[in-house]
């Protein structure tokens, strides 16, 4: 076989194969339903308070599809090789922007305006063109140049963006977790400095309030609203290692992300031993709504520490001293998750019944504190403005 046989024949296999990926490449949103059916995640864009469920962002993905594979448009990519993959791969490039949006809002907004501006100039310069050729052969081609061209600078616009949103950030928002400083404060000690305050009587413990009065001061209303959410999270730990101590258990980390239920604050998970605060609460709420907050999630953590430790074989344990504890025991082999049909039954479980009474004894002995300090009620919560 000569040379420029060999040379035909190759380019002809490269374009076949090209032709062929182009065909195939229409199932690429179906790959990604795929993957991703189940594991979808919510989006929450915090600069413009959206909030997408995963079933909403399923839905919005496949109207674009549906829109995107019978617009008149799509006839200039057919076999064409390249551009038809380029083609079929552009709407979930397009879609991949809402959750790179989460972190990235305003590159985000920057991208989808200069794709609209390139697919409305492709439009203007394709009616402009139909003037300038007779041909109406050569006005197609020029055309389907033209589409192509727009096709390729938006898929290489949103190359970088949309692989980051899938497989860095694998379609989560941003998470927020205190500092390394904040974190690991007090860690070392913990155990220690924990066993010492399950010991100290009722004085002490009033003194506890009065050694961390800089800490307290933070959950003033006038001090929480001018934090960010990370400076938040940074005093919500603080304030969780306070809570523990006093608790006598060790430290319960926290961090803040956006959380699909509309009706949960914060939750404890107790399998990975953590608070999780929803971010979107997080900065809404007031101060005093924190503090309750974070006095239930560090007591939710105690119960499970004495469910856990406990030794369940001794004989006190069946004793009227321990029947509060044989009740949480209980509840958590049917605990009831928070729902809006069953709110009132999720409220009087006994181990929600028992960190909720906590958290309110906790918050308001606070509230006192910040009050005396302050000397006036500007700890409270904006609700109690009347």
Same mark, same amino acid.
């Given at each position: 076989?000569?040379?420029?046989?060999?040379?035909?024949?190759?380019?002809?296999?490269?374009?076949?194969?090209?032709?062929?990926?182009?065909?195939?490449?229409?199932?690429?949103?179906?790959? $990604?339903?795929?993957?991703?059916?189940?594991?979808?995640?919510? #989006?929450?864009?915090?600069?413009?308070?959206?909030?997408?469920?995963?079933?909403?962002?399923?839905?919005?993905?496949?109207?674009?599809?549906?829109?995107?594979?019978?617009?008149?448009?799509?006839? &200039?990519?057919?076999?064409?090789?390249?551009?038809?993959?380029? &083609?079929?791969?552009?709407?979930?490039?397009?879609?991949?922007?809402? =959750? $790179?949006?989460?972190?990235?809002?305003?590159?985000?907004?920057?991208?989808?305006?200069?794709?609209?501006?390139?697919?409305?100039?492709?439009?203007?310069?394709?009616?402009?063109?139909?003037?300038?050729?007779?041909?109406?052969?050569? =006005?197609?081609?020029?055309?389907?140049?033209?589409?192509?061209?727009?096709?390729?600078?938006?898929?290489?616009?949103? *190359? #970088?963006?949309?692989?980051?949103?899938? *497989?860095? %950030?694998?379609?989560?928002?941003?998470?927020?977790?205190?500092?390394?400083?904040?974190?690991?404060?007090? /860690?070392?000690?913990?155990?220690? #400095?924990?066993?010492?305050?399950?010991?100290?009587?009722?004085?002490?413990?009033?003194?506890?309030?009065?050694? /961390?009065?800089?800490?307290?001061?933070?959950?003033?209303?006038?001090?929480?609203?001018?934090?960010?959410?990370?400076?938040?999270?940074?005093?919500?730990?603080?304030?969780?290692?306070?809570?523990?101590?006093?608790?006598?258990?060790?430290?319960?980390?926290?961090?803040?992300?956006?959380?699909?239920?509309?009706?949960?604050?914060?939750? &404890?998970?107790?399998? /990975?031993?953590?608070?999780?605060?929803?971010?979107?609460?997080?900065?809404?709420?007031? *101060?005093?709504?924190?503090?309750?907050?974070?006095?239930?999630?560090?007591?939710?953590?105690?119960?499970?520490?004495?469910?856990?430790?406990?030794?369940? /074989?001794?004989?006190?344990?069946?004793?009227? =001293?321990?029947?509060?504890?044989?009740?949480?025991?209980?509840?958590?082999?049917? %605990?009831?998750?928070?729902?809006?049909?069953? &709110?009132?039954? %999720?409220?009087?479980?006994?181990?929600?019944?028992?960190?909720?009474? %906590?958290?309110?004894?906790?918050?308001?002995?606070?509230?006192? =504190?910040?009050?005396?300090?302050?000397?006036?009620?500007?700890?409270?919560?904006?609700?109690?403005?009347?």
């Amino acid at each position: 076989m000569s040379d420029s046989n060999y040379k035909i024949v190759t380019k002809t296999s490269k374009k076949t194969l090209f032709m062929f990926f182009g065909k195939i490449s229409v199932f690429i949103p179906v790959i $990604f339903i795929a993957l991703h059916y189940y594991d979808m995640k919510l #989006v929450y864009i915090k600069e413009i308070s959206c909030r997408l469920l995963p079933k909403r962002c399923l839905e919005i993905y496949l109207i674009l599809i549906l829109l995107w594979l019978v617009i008149p448009e799509r006839k &200039y990519f057919k076999n064409s090789g390249l551009f038809e993959i380029l &083609y079929n791969l552009c709407p979930t490039e397009l879609f991949l922007l809402l =959750y $790179f949006a989460q972190r990235h809002f305003w590159l985000s907004c920057l991208l989808a305006a200069v794709s609209a501006a390139l697919f409305f100039g492709a439009l203007i310069i394709n009616v402009k063109n139909k003037k300038r050729y007779e041909s109406q052969k050569e =006005y197609r081609k020029k055309k389907s140049m033209i589409y192509q061209i727009l096709v390729l600078c938006i898929c290489a616009m949103c *190359a #970088v963006p949309s692989f980051l949103a899938a *497989a860095v %950030y694998k379609l989560q928002g941003e998470t927020y977790i205190p500092t390394a400083e904040t974190d690991g404060e007090k /860690n070392s000690g913990d155990e220690n #400095v924990a066993a010492e305050n399950a010991e100290q009587d009722a004085v002490e413990t009033v003194d506890v309030f009065e050694e /961390n009065k800089e800490l307290l001061l933070e959950f003033t209303q006038e001090n929480w609203e001018k934090k960010s959410i990370q400076e938040r999270i940074d005093v919500a730990q603080r304030f969780s290692n306070f809570e523990d101590i006093r608790l006598g258990i060790s430290q319960v980390p926290i961090y803040a992300e956006k959380m699909e239920s509309i009706t949960v604050v914060a939750t &404890y998970d107790y399998e /990975n031993k953590n608070i999780i605060m929803d971010n979107q609460f997080f900065m809404e709420l007031s *101060a005093e709504e924190i503090l309750n907050t974070l006095c239930e999630e560090n007591f939710h953590a105690f119960e499970c520490y004495m469910i856990e430790n406990m030794d369940w /074989n001794m004989n006190l344990i069946n004793t009227y =001293y321990f029947q509060e504890l044989r009740e949480w025991r209980e509840n958590l082999n049917c %605990y009831i998750s928070a729902g809006l049909d069953d &709110y009132e039954e %999720y409220e009087s479980q006994p181990v929600e019944a028992s960190a909720k009474r %906590y958290a309110k004894e906790e918050t308001e002995l606070i509230q006192e =504190y910040l009050k005396k300090w302050t000397g006036s009620d500007i700890a409270g919560s904006e609700k109690n403005e009347d």
